[in-house]
Antibody, heavy 120, light 107 residues
Framework: EVQLVESGGGLVQPGGSLRLSCGAS????????MSWVRQAPGEGLEWVAN????????YFVDSVKGRFTISRDNAKNSVSLQMNSLRVEDTAVYYC?????????????WGQGTLVTVSS | DIQMTQSPSTLSASVGDRVTITCRAS??????LAWYQQKPGKVPNLLIY???SLESGVPSRFSGSGSGTEFTLTISSLQSDDFATYYC?????????FGQGTKLEIK
């Protein structure tokens, strides 16, 4: 069974940093692009960032460019999102999601999400 | 950037009804369109990809159609479990763009 489990969320002050992690199991992690998708309270879904199987390509939504970085460790079946210079508007549930082979940007498996709250 | 617009934003319907949700793209996206269902407090669930392909395990009362800029999600006979928010999404690029969502409520 495919499982994605996020961790690392919490309360942080504006300007602060947080690192989210996602552990994967039940599939060959190194064969898939992985994404982070977020959802602000009461709002819709927004793709945030993704990373290629070998980590050689990374993409970010414009609103987080220069502040967030994404990385992966295929030996540990994990993907991380380093979030710096956090803003109130970054408050959201952050989901780790798998992109199925041959379907770039589609999300077929999702983690349960981790809540990030940016507030003073 | 391609924008995705769903209509209506809210839809009231009864069990057994046939309902249709529309998603429009700001430019042609061929058939690179997915639909997700999200229940309150739950994780989004992929229903349909490539405009009309049903994801494994999704009931056959769900169907999708369209190409280019206009797409529809149809639920042939609403069940109580179907009351949720539905999102369309353009994909096939490094950045997937979601519609704003359609909340399907019980009438």
């Amino acid at each position: 069974e495919v499982q994605l489990v996020e961790s690392g969320g919490g309360l942080v002050q504006p300007g602060g940093s947080l690192r989210l992690s996602c552990g994967a199991s039940g599939f060959t992690f190194s064969s898939y692009w992985m994404s982070w998708v977020r959802q602000a309270p009461g709002e819709g879904l927004e793709w945030v960032a993704n990373i290629k199987q070998d980590g050689s390509e990374k993409y970010f939504v414009d609103s987080v460019k220069g502040r967030f970085t994404i990385s992966r460790d295929n030996a540990k079946n994990s993907v991380s999102l380093q979030m710096n210079s956090l803003r109130v508007e970054d408050t959201a549930v952050y989901y780790c999601a798998r992109e199925p082979t041959g379907q770039r940007g589609l999300f077929d498996k999702w983690g349960q999400g981790t809540l990030v709250t940016v507030s003073s | 950037d391609i924008q995705m617009t769903q209509s209506p934003s809210t839809l009231s319907a009864s069990v057994g009804d046939r309902v249709t949700i529309t998603c429009r793209a700001s430019q042609s996206i061929s058939r690179w369109l997915a639909w997700y269902q999200q229940k309150p407090g739950k994780v989004p669930n992929l229903l349909i990809y490539e405009a009309s392909s049903l994801e494994s395990g999704v009931p056959s009362r769900f169907s999708g159609s369209g190409s280019g800029t206009e797409f529809t999600l149809t639920i042939s006979s609403l069940q109580s479990d179907d009351f949720a928010t539905y999102y369309c999404q353009h994909y096939n690029s490094h950045a997937g763009t979601f519609g704003q969502g359609t909340k399907l409520e019980i009438k």
